[in-house]
């Protein structure tokens, strides 16, 4: 007898583990965004113009297009030219290089490069989430090169960053 209730003591047991396990389900979206799609089902991204002083000619261009490409990846927004329930523009402010590291010879060892791009946020949708807000970054390289030798990999890299947290900041609200 006892064997008997031991074992349907177990099963209950499995049983009541099971259920618990198959319905309360944890969902991670590993892609960060917090999108009502109910609410919010469009973007609209303006080209970023490059009125920084030092113009590197395909910033503009490789940036708005990586800042495109991260909503088409990571959402299921649909992307439209004007009005959309979500709205990204603004300029490439700055783009400079600032000498740092004094060698012995007093000369700059290291050179950066910094990119400043401005950006205005509208959430159509959720009017209190929209901002102005200015994105900075930069990268260190040796100054015995030549900008134009490092200036495509450094751009990707910075441009990278700004668009992940122009990402963040708009929709995965970390």
């Known amino acids: 007898m006892k064997i008997i209730l031991s074992k349907l003591t177990l099963l209950l047991v499995i049983f009541f583990v099971g259920i618990s396990m ?6 991670y979206k590993f892609n960060g965004s917090s999108i009502d799609y109910t609410k919010t089902r469009t973007i609209s991204i303006s080209d ?10 395909p910033l503009s261009q490789q940036f708005s297009e990586n800042l495109r490409d991260i909503y ?16 990204i523009e603004g ?16 000369y700059s060892s290291q050179t950066k490069l910094t990119m400043t791009i401005k950006v205005r946020f509208s959430n159509n949708k959720n009017p209190q989430d929209d901002f ?12 015995s090169k030549m ?7 450094l751009s990707k890299t910075m441009i990278s960053e700004i668009v992940d947290n122009i990402y963040n900041d708009t929709v995965a609200k970390w």
């Open 22 to 27: 198959t319905s309360c389900l944890i969902s």
């Open 48 to 57: 970023f113009p490059n009125t920084a002083e030092l113009v590197y000619p």
């Open 72 to 87: 088409i990846r990571q959402t299921r927004l649909q992307q439209i030219k004007k009005g959309g329930d979500l709205h």
């Open 91 to 106: 300029e490439i402010v700055g783009y400079q290089l600032t000498p740092m590291a004094i060698s012995a010879d007093s």
């Open 132 to 143: 102005e807000k200015t994105y900075s970054t930069f990268q260190n390289f040796d100054s």
């Open 147 to 153: 900008l134009t030798d490092v200036q495509d990999e």
